[in-house]
Each structure stands twice: as C-alpha cells, then as structure tokens.
C-alpha cells in the first residue's frame, strides 16, 4: 500500500526531530576514544548532507569541487569548537580552492560559504557558554520550526496577496504574520519555561521576555528571507526538491532553508556580544 504524502512527513518527522533534539540536549557528550561531542558529529552530518545536496542540485552527480564542499564542511564543524579562527580561515581557503577546482564556478564556490558559515555559527552557538548554549540552540530550532508551522497553518486558512509569486507561488502576507506570531509565541513559553526551571532568577523577567520575543521576531524575518533565497534557487534551476532524500519531504535544503540565515544571524550578533562590541 502506497502511503501519502502526508503520512510519509508525518513519519519521517516522528523519526527526524527526536534524533535532533536529542543530538542537541545531550550533544555534550563525548566519545571517549575520539574525544569528539555528539552535537559536532550531527553538524558534520548536516553540512556533509547539504553538501551533497548542492553538489547534485547544479551538476546532477558527484563532482571533485562537490567532494571538496563535503570536507571543508566537516572540518569546518570538527573545527569550530576548539579554534573557531582556524575553522573559518579553512572554510575561505576551501572557498577559493572549489572555485578553482569547479573551473571557476561562482555557484560552487558559494555553496562553500551558504553551507558552512551556518555549520560553524550553529557550532560557536552551542558551545559558547556550557550554562546556557544547549537551550539557546534549542530556542532556535523552535523558533524556526514555529515560522513554519505558522506560516503554513495561517497562510493555508486565510491565504491573500502573494508576496513575491515568481519566486514562491505560495507564499502569502498572512503566512508572513503567521509565522512572524508563531515564533514570538514560542519565544514568549521558551521565557517562561527559563523561569519555571531557574534560569532567570537572578534576571529582570520583563527585559529577557522582551529580549526574547523581540530576537525571535527578526529570527522569523530572517528565516522567511532564507525560505526565498531558496526558493529563487530551485526556480532558477526548475527544481521542485532540492533532493528526495527525506522522505515525505524533499531534501534538505527544503527543511532547513531558514534556519540557515537565521543561525548566521544568530551567531553573527553572540559573536559580537562575546567579543563586547554591543556595549
């Protein structure tokens, strides 16, 4: 019996989001022998897979430059815990070596930096404060995963002007808000659970809410701007999935377009406040 569509995400969800919110909870833990986090191999996964994917999106197989993009991608997540310097002079040198290896492919070369800048932010986020990092990481995911949700449910109930149809038939105005409501409302229970479990106490409530929903709220922008970046690119290619290799829903690519620029952004702004740019 064939299983629809539905069904197929509904499984492959069920799978896919306790394997990651699990890799993320306990990504701390170390394997003894390699001395490697869970979380860092989940994100040499996740860039490995991406890499893979765009490879196959411009070239339709597996190329020396796409090869190049999986390594640089992996090293770039081994990296960035220990020596976050390291890891991105590598991720630009690797940048510069797959466009001479591509024959000087502008797409290639920017596949480098499209998937592994979100790779080291996602990395530097998780490991930049052992107190509070793994929840950051996790307010992320769900605020992302809100914007979704959101824009889905609301955009396919009250639907409206489009935002931009050449580049995404679906996209509506109220799926916009949507998902822009959603995720300042999971930011908004995220503050709340910080301060059932103590997180907070010795914190103004109303300034970190306010910080909260505020910076999920640009999340949310930022998420939805990636979901178009996206979008422009599979148009451009005539592509409906970037891959199939999630069953039910596509490729990667297609699950995780906003949490790439939403991660940069992330890591962006916490690498300037750990380094007191923000004071």
Known sequence: MKLSNLALRTISAAI???????SIWFGATVYELYAIPLYTVLMAVFGAGLAWEWDHMFNKKITISGLWTVIIACLT?????DNPQFALWLMLLGTLAVYLKSHRSLAMAFGVLYICVPVMALSYIYFINDAISRELVLWLFFVVWATDIGGYVIGCTFKGPKIAPKISAKKTWSGFIGGVSFAAAVAYIFALFLKSYGYLDHMDF???TWILVSSAIILSIFSQIGDFFESYIKRRLDLKDSSNIIPGHGGLFDRVDGLLFASTLMGIVLFCVNQGWFK
């Open 77 to 81: 997540a081994f990296l960035t815990k």
């Open 16 to 22: 896919l989001a306790p394997l990651v919110l699990g």
């Open 206 to 208: 109303t300034r970190v």
